[in-house]
C-alpha cells in the first residue's frame, strides 16, 4: 500500500510561536510519530510539504541583507526550503524508526516542477510572498526590481507572485523509481522549484510558487498511490465551516463534494484548494482503489481506518461501506 502524506508547513511552526529552527525541529519530532505509525503498519510512504512561513523568513533576510550580500531569487528559496525542511523530516523520522527497531533511512530530493510559461497565473500575480513592507520600500522594488505589490488590507504593501499549476515534476522517473524499491522519500517541496521548458529542451527557473497539493496530486497519481493524505489544522472537511450549522463530512464521493465546492462551502485561501487536489488526484489516478483524505496531521493513522477525517473516493458510499468505515484498509 503505497501513501503520499502532504504535509502543510505551517504544520512545523507553533502558533504564536517563534517559528525557528529549534521549532520546527520539535514539530518534525512530532510529525515524525505517525508518519513512523505508517512504515511499521507496512505503508509504502513518500511526503511533500508546504514551506510558506519559511520562504517568507528566507525572503526576509534576503531583505534586511540587500546591502551586505547577493540575493536569492525564489526558486533557489524553495530549493533551499525543500533542503532544509528535507534534513528535518528526514532526520527524525528516521530517528523514531530507529527507536522503533526500524533502521530505514528516510530521504530528501530537491525537485523542480514544469509550469507553462503561458498560464494565466503570469499575467495576473496573486499570491503573497515575504514580509510586509511600507509604501515607500513597496514602490522602490516596484520600480527597481520589477516586482508586483499589492496593498494588504490596512496591515502594509506586499509582494505578489504567479502561482501557476504545476504540469509535470521533472524528476518524476527517479522518484517512481525510487518508490518502486521500497524507498522512504520527502519530495517536492513547497509545490516544487517552478521551471519552464525552453524550445531547446533546456529548462529555466521562474519568479512563482506552486501549490503543493496540487503538486502532491500528481505525485501521488504518478507513483500509483492507494492514498493521498492531506494533512492540514482541522480534523476533517466540513460545510457550514464555524457556523451555527457546522457539520464535519466523514466519507463523500467526487460529485457530492464538487456540489458542496459549487454551493461555496470551502473558502479559498485554506480548505478550496486541498479539496480541488484531492479530485484532481482521483482524475488522474488510474488505482481503482485510489482515495484521498484530509485531516489532521496527529489523526492520520486513524484516518486512514476511517475512524476520523474525510475520506474522498471516486463513487458515494454506500451505508454498508459507511459502517464497515475501512477497518481493514491498514
Known amino acids: 500500500m503505497k501513501i503520499v502524506v502532504a504535509i502543510g508547513g505551517n504544520a512545523l511552526v507553533t502558533p504564536g510561536g517563534t517559528g525557528d529552527i529549534a521549532d520546527q525541529f520539535r514539530h518534525s519530532r512530532e510529525m ?50 525543500q533542503a532544509g525542511m528535507g534534513y528535518m523530516i528526514a532526520q527524525t523520522w528516521g530517528n523514531e524508526l530507529i527507536v522503533r527497531g526500524l533502521p530505514r ?36 522594488h516596484e520600480q527597481r526590481d520589477g516586482w508586483h505589490v499589492v ?33 522512504l ?11 519552464v521548458q525552453l524550445p531547446d529542451g533546456r529548462y529555466e527557473g521562474v519568479e512563482a510558487v506552486i501549490d503543493k497539493d496540487l503538486t502532491s496530486a500528481i505525485l501521488a497519481a504518478e507513483v500509483d498511490a492507494d492514498v493521498l493524505a492531506i494533512l492540514t489544522g482541522v480534523d476533517a472537511v466540513y460545510i457550514n465551516y464555524r457556523k451555527p450549522a457546522q457539520q464535519p463530512v466523514r466519507r463523500i464521493g467526487l460529485a457530492r463534494l464538487q456540489q458542496l465546492e459549487s454551493d461555496g462551502h470551502f473558502a479559498a485561501g485554506s480548505m478550496l484548494p486541498k479539496i480541488r487536489a484531492a479530485v484532481d488526484f482521483l482524475r488522474r489516478s488510474t488505482n481503482p482503489n485510489a482515495r484521498a483524505i484530509i485531516t489532521d496531521w496527529s489523526d492520520l493513522p486513524a484516518a486512514l481506518e476511517g475512524r476520523c477525517g474525510t475520506t474522498i473516493t471516486r463513487e458515494e458510499p454506500s451505508a454498508a461501506s459507511t459502517q464497515n468505515r475501512m477497518v481493514t484498509s491498514i
Open 185 to 195: 522519500l520527502i519530495a517536492a517541496g513547497g509545490g516544487g522549484i517552478p521551471v
Open 151 to 183: 496593498e494588504d488590507s490596512g496591515r502594509g504593501y506586499r509582494r505578489v507572485v504567479a502561482s501557476p499549476r504545476p504540469v509535470r515534476i521533472v524528476e518524476i522517473d527517479v522518484l517512481k523509481e525510487l518508490v518502486a524499491q521500497g524507498r
Open 105 to 140: 533511512l528516510p530521504a530528501a530530493l530537491v525537485t523542480s516542477v514544469l509550469v507553462d510559461r503561458a498560464d494565466p497565473a503570469f499575467t495576473n500575480p496573486t499570491k503573497p510572498i515575504g514580509p510586509f513592507l511600507d509604501e515607500a520600500a513597496a514602490k522602490l
Open 32 to 81: 515524525a510519530v505517525p508518519l513512523a505509525d505508517l512504515v511499521e503498519r507496512g505503508w509504502q510512504v513518500t511526503v511533500t510539504h508546504g514551506n510558506g512561513p519559511q520562504v517568507g523568513s528566507i525572503m526576509r533576510r534576503v531583505e534586511i541583507a540587500s546591502n551586505s550580500v547577493y540575493p536569492i531569487d525564489l526558486g533557489l528559496a524553495v530549493a533551499d526550503t
